[in-house]
């Protein structure tokens, strides 16, 4: 196990140089010049030559990721070209909104997906079933930001500004900054409409897999067994039946990672949020070549090392599994 794990550690650096790269190179290919969105409209060649030498645009496009990468290892992720504040340090300070976020998110599908399969997979052909199979149809076709502005609609306005409708509260101990909302109240109710709106679609998807799952895993002979042993329905179900059902879906789960990250650009610009999701989309729109790294950066990690967990979780969940 302490072999494989090493490996895989191993095998992260260079998954993670690849997608910088490919990251590095798109984003210098596009459209559009950080020169311009930093001096603005007005400005004379030798301004737009002396900028470029500032932040080594000038050179070749490899010889400027050298640079970059020569940095990255010494801690130095670079600094923003608009605001000229490290892109680390911007990071840090809106990673717990984001991480919050896709935490919360998860929490939320599963607690929807769960009880749905096991009652679906249990009572399959009844109106139970059918109704959990619809809701997960309408969910999984529904996308994100159509059901953060029916949730606006409904809570922020229709029940009179009952759940704020922007903005962030952090959590106590998790201000990055010396001024900042600090409440756990205040968080709950900044947090729980994005966090639904970003984890509906995620409690369909997981509901539809896990229900088949319980289905296959229910009419297998050990859980036969168990039954003509006298054991109870709860312990067969969750002791026998739900962990094993549940190594598909915490595959699944994930490659959702990628898709909670992707989503929570959407969530977090329609929330106006200050998380990853909009650095992210702002750094791309403003073509903050260091800052589109340091996110593209943050992305590519934490979806390697999450599917690691997932592979090491398999061996929870299964004792039969064991990596040499």
Not at 92 to 116: D, G, K, N, Q, Y
Not at 228 to 233: I, P
Not at 273 to 290: E, K, N, S, V
Request: charged share 15%; proline share 5%; aromatic share 8%.
């Amino acid at each position: 196990m302490r072999v494989y794990i090493l490996k895989r550690v191993l095998g992260i650096v260079p998954t993670i140089l690849m997608i910088t790269l490919v990251v590095f190179v798109m984003m210098r290919s596009v459209p559009g010049d950080p020169v311009v969105a930093l001096l603005g409209d007005a400005y004379t060649q030798e301004d737009a030559v002396k900028a470029r030498q500032v932040y080594g645009l000038d050179e070749p496009m490899l010889v400027q990721y050298g640079i970059w990468l020569g940095k990255l290892v010494q801690g130095d992720w670079g600094a923003s070209i608009l605001t000229g504040r490290p892109v680390l340090q911007d990071v840090l300070v809106r990673l717990p909104v984001t991480l919050e976020l896709i935490v919360l998110s998860m929490a939320v599908a599963l607690a929807i997906a769960i009880p749905a399969a096991i009652i679906g997979a249990l009572r399959q052909n009844t109106w139970a079933d059918y109704a959990a199979t619809t809701v997960a149809m309408i969910g999984v076709s529904i996308p994100e930001f159509f059901i953060g502005v029916l949730l606006l609609l409904v809570f922020s306005i229709g029940l009179g500004g009952l759940l704020p409708s922007s903005g962030w509260v952090y959590l106590p101990g998790t201000c990055p900054m010396m001024v900042c909302g600090v409440s756990f109240w205040g968080n709950v109710q900044h947090v729980l409409l994005p966090a639904l709106a970003l984890g509906v679609g995620r409690a369909a998807l997981l509901t539809r897999l896990l229900r088949a799952s319980m289905l296959e895993v229910i009419r297998t002979e050990y859980v036969t067994t168990a039954r003509a042993k006298g054991l109870g329905e709860r312990p067969i179900v969750l002791k026998h039946a739900l962990k094993n059902a549940l190594i598909p879906t915490v595959t699944v789960m994930g490659l959702q990672v990628g898709f909670l990250i992707g989503g929570a650009i959407v969530v977090e610009t329609l929330f106006a949020m200050p998380g990853l999701g909009t650095f992210g989309i702002d750094a791309i729109i403003a073509r903050d070549y260091q800052q589109v790294q340091g996110f593209a950066l943050l992305t590519a990690f934490a979806f390697v090392v999450i599917n690691l967990l997932v592979d090491l979780t398999y061996t929870f969940l299964d004792p039969r599994i064991r990596y040499a």
